[in-house]
């Protein structure tokens, strides 16, 4: 993860907006480890995340999620396990 105190932080709910998701979906996507999203700083009771980490997430790992969202089937490494 990138450096916290020198790196731009977007709110959850902004970065949901830009993600074209809803907050519960971004919750989702925190809940899931295997999504390999960027942990959430918490401040004073909100999530802040690391604009750095979520581009280098888009690129990873967005791909495979929106295919999912859009019907598509989600890859094993992706799947939630039980």
């Known amino acids: 993860m990138s450096d916290i105190a020198t790196d731009t932080l977007i709110p959850a709910p902004r970065l949901a ?3 074209g998701v809803t907050r ?5 996507w925190i ?3 295997a999504l390999g999203f960027p942990e959430a700083a918490n401040i004073n009771g909100r999530k802040y995340f690391s ?3 979520i581009e280098a997430w888009k690129i990873t790992d ?3 999620v929106r295919q ?3 019907g598509r089937e989600m890859p094993d490494r992706l799947r939630r396990s039980g």
């Open 17 to 19: 907006q830009q993600l």
């Open 24 to 28: 519960r979906t971004l919750a989702r």
């Open 31 to 33: 809940e899931n480890p």
């Open 51 to 53: 604009c750095a980490a």
């Open 62 to 64: 967005f791909a495979a």
């Open 68 to 70: 999912r969202r859009d």
